[in-house]
């Protein structure tokens, strides 16, 4: 399977998009079988140039991610990008995962410091990582992968020194060796135009920085969502949520308005590429790559 670097390069010079799915293992029988027999079938058929899968903060989904990977490339043709977190882990336990996920024919990583068990405070592992950058710099020494990295246009919750701070941790984790960036969800675009205007401006970063984008689904469930990543909901879309109420039907059919109008300008904006956050859901996300004439 080609290298993701590779990809957005080949995209770039053809004056393509990459269009990225991101999906999580399920925790349940009935969701796998969801997954694989429903969610997948439908979404490889739109040929996304690669799908990213996430990685738990422990217990047993965090297996289920390399052979999600597995199953994506091996039964679809996809090309597949494992997340690979800090979280409870030592350098040697990350050297033999690394082993792992060469051996299943994935070269792709998204190097986090992921989100720790349970909430709360990230604590590093003794003689694991305590940042995104150092595992970057490990994955980089160990040879032959093609590593992204995580950014926030609206700034990382847990940097005290605001988004400018956070932005210049992003650009060291370029340094580090990373390949591309991966962005939070965020509603404004205005938000990532800033971010990323920063980032290849004064910091001078020139790996594609591409933006993440998520169709609403459920108007109770993208609020609770954004209060955990951080992501804001501005006053005029949160009205529009709180008054879409329990109402999933006219939820996701908004969601689908609304983020086929944002990827519009984002693309408008010559982003390399648009990464879609699917929730393990196919129909929102084919919706909005039809509109946008990409399915
Ligand atoms: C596209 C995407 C995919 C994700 N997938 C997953 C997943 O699969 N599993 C999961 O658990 N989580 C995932 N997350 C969430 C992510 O792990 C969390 O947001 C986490 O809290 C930050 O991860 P990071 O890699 O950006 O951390 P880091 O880059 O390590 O940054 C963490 C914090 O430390 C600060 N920092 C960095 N370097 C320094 C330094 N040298 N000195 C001082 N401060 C520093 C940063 O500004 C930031 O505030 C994902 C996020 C995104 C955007």
Same mark, same amino acid.
Do not use: M, W
């Given at each position: 399977m080609p290298f993701i670097r590779d990809i957005y390069a080949a995209k770039r010079a053809a004056g393509r998009p990459v269009i990225s799915?991101?999906?999580?293992? &399920?925790?349940?029988?009935?969701? /796998?079988?969801?997954?694989?027999?429903? *969610?997948?079938?439908?979404?490889?058929?739109?040929? &996304?140039?690669?799908?990213?899968?996430?990685?738990?903060?422990?217990?047993? @989904?965090?297996?289920?991610?390399?052979?999600?990977?597995?199953?994506?490339?091996? =039964?679809?043709?996809?090309?597949?990008?494992?997340?690979?977190?800090? #979280?409870?882990?030592?350098? /040697?336990?990350?050297?033999?995962?690394?082993?792992?996920?060469?051996?299943?024919?994935?070269?792709?990583i998204l190097a986090l410091r992921g989100d720790p068990p349970g909430g709360g405070?990230?604590? &590093?592992? &003794?003689?694991?990582? =305590?940042?995104?950058?150092?595992?970057?710099?490990?994955?980089?020494a160990a040879g032959d992968f093609s590593t992204g990295v995580a950014g926030f246009p609206e700034g990382h919750t847990a940097c005290p020194g605001g988004k400018h701070a956070d932005w210049a941790h992003l650009k060291a984790k370029v340094e580090a060796g990373a390949d591309f960036v991966l962005t939070q969800l965020f509603f404004d675009n205005d938000d990532f135009f800033e971010f990323r205007d920063h980032l290849t401006g004064p910091l001078g970063v020139r790996v594609p920085v591409v933006p993440g984008v998520i169709s609403i689904l459920n108007a109770a469930q993208i609020l609770k969502f954004t209060q955990l990543c951080g992501a804001q909901i501005k006053?005029?879309?949160?009205? *529009?949520?709180? !008054?879409?109420?329990? /109402? =999933?039907? +006219?939820?996701?059919?908004?969601?689908?308005?609304? +983020? @086929?109008?944002?990827?519009? !300008?984002?693309?408008?904006?010559? #982003?390399?590429g648009l990464h879609f956050y699917t929730l393990n859901k196919p129909h929102s996300t084919l919706r909005v790559l039809k509109n946008l004439g990409l399915a």
């Open positions: 799915f991101e999906f999580f293992p &399920p925790k349940t029988e009935e969701g /796998d079988r969801a997954l694989f027999e429903r *969610t997948l079938p439908a979404l490889a058929a739109a040929r &996304p140039d690669y799908c990213s899968v996430t990685y738990g903060a422990g217990g047993s @989904t965090r297996e289920k991610t390399l052979t999600l990977v597995e199953r994506l490339q091996r =039964e679809h043709g996809l090309t597949g990008l494992a997340h690979l977190t800090c #979280v409870n882990h030592t350098r /040697d336990e990350v050297a033999a995962l690394l082993a792992q996920i060469r051996a299943l024919g994935c070269q792709n405070e990230f604590k &590093p592992t &003794p003689g694991g990582f =305590e940042f995104s950058s150092q595992l970057v710099q490990f994955i980089r006053p005029a879309l949160r009205a *529009t949520l709180e !008054a879409l109420g329990t /109402d =999933e039907a +006219a939820a996701s059919e908004f969601g689908i308005e609304y +983020a @086929t109008r944002q990827c519009e !300008a984002l693309l408008r904006a010559g #982003v390399p």
